[in-house]
């Protein structure tokens, strides 16, 4: 039994990693499609801003030099070998390596994502027990018409409504950046850090509240009519208990998906809300690396971004099959 049981595990591992594999190549080759059709100049994205001062003749041994004059697939390849190799090349925004940019970025966008994907996550699945259990009530009818229109506002213009709100007219929060301007980084304390992430992190969490809200009402009113729950009622079960030990569990499966499917959608909004509060994080270099035409930098987040929602889904799949056993048995029959 415990063999079966390590080769099933060895064989699932083997399984995500070749998806992840043909994902990432996939990604690769349709990102450099992109880059190579589309109107940057590849001197001026490797150069930077002294392409001005560039003639001709210049740009032309520039591009003999570095290759950026040969047929796309060569230079693929080329790009293709350096991956392989870790090299993921040099950012001329930053005027350091990719991979160094990317990570001390995507550390100060952790905090800011973190906070908004359990502010979504915990508040949407509440709220959607609450309106699930309350189905067709006033409540229910207000928390559903709150989710639509949350959803057909954009998180950009929720963080500056936010930020009139609470920076401009009542002072209670910081207007920009992820410490206080002027203080040294050893001055800086957690507390500090915390209110400025407050703003940033409200307005990127309403990327996912909606969606959460909305699944897990659904879900909830569905196990609501279930069998077991009918019995439970005809025991003389009511009210939060019955919603707590009937109800909460079968939920929580469809929102944990969604909750971790929804990583690509949270990095998407901290592009924009990132720009709003100029927080320094990933999403504003994605910014500043469309700006600067900075090919390289924007290739890796690219793949970046395709491991992290990739890894994302796959913690998904699994905790919706430990939550609910027949998604188990469906994924297990179709692999047979």
């Known amino acids: 039994m415990g063999h079966h049981r390590l080769a099933l595990d060895l064989l699932t591992a083997l399984r995500g990693a070749t998806r992840l594999a043909l994902l990432l190549a996939a990604v690769a080759v349709g990102s450099f499609a992109l880059v190579v059709n589309s109107p940057v100049d590849p001197v001026a994205a490797y150069v930077g801003a002294d392409v001005a001062a560039l003639g001709p003749a210049q740009r032309a041994l520039i591009a003999q030099r570095w290759g950026l004059d040969d047929p796309a697939p060569e230079r693929f390849l080329a790009w293709l070998g350096n991956l392989v190799r870790g090299d993921f090349g040099f950012s001329a925004t930053f005027n350091r390596p990719v991979l160094e940019v990317i990570g001390d970025k995507f550390l100060a966008s952790l905090a800011l994502m973190a906070l908004a994907w359990l502010l979504s996550g915990v508040l ?74 407050v703003l940033p992190a409200l307005t990127l969490s309403v990327v996912g509240i909606a969606p959460v809200v909305l699944h897990t009402r659904r879900a909830v009113v569905e196990t609501m009519a279930a069998d077991h729950v009918t019995f439970a009622r005809a025991q003389g079960e009511r009210g939060l208990g019955l919603v707590v030990h ?49 090919v390289p930098l924007l290739l890796g987040i690219v ?32 692999r047979s």
């Open 124 to 197: 949407g699945f509440a709220l959607g027990l609450v309106a699930g259990a309350r189905q067709g009530r006033l409540s229910d009818r207000a928390i559903t018409w709150w989710c639509y229109t949350l959803a057909s506002a954009p998180a950009f213009w929720v963080g500056l409504l936010l930020l009139y709100a609470f920076a401009v007219s009542l002072n209670w929060a910081p207007v920009c950046c992820a410490v206080p301007i002027g203080v040294p980084a050893a001055e800086v304390t957690p507390l500090d850090r915390l209110h400025h992430l």
């Open 303 to 334: 793949l970046f971004t395709a491991v992290l929602v990739f890894a994302g889904n796959a913690v998904g799949d699994r905790l919706h099959a430990a939550l609910d056993p027949r998604a188990a048995l469906a994924d297990g029959r179709g």
């Open 246 to 294: 009937r109800v909460a569990r079968n939920a929580a499966a469809p929102a944990l998906l969604l909750q971790f499917g929804s990583l690509g959608e949270l990095f998407g909004g901290s592009v924009l809300a990132e720009q709003v509060f100029s927080y320094p994080g990933l999403g504003a270099a994605t910014t500043a690396a469309a700006l600067g035409q900075d």
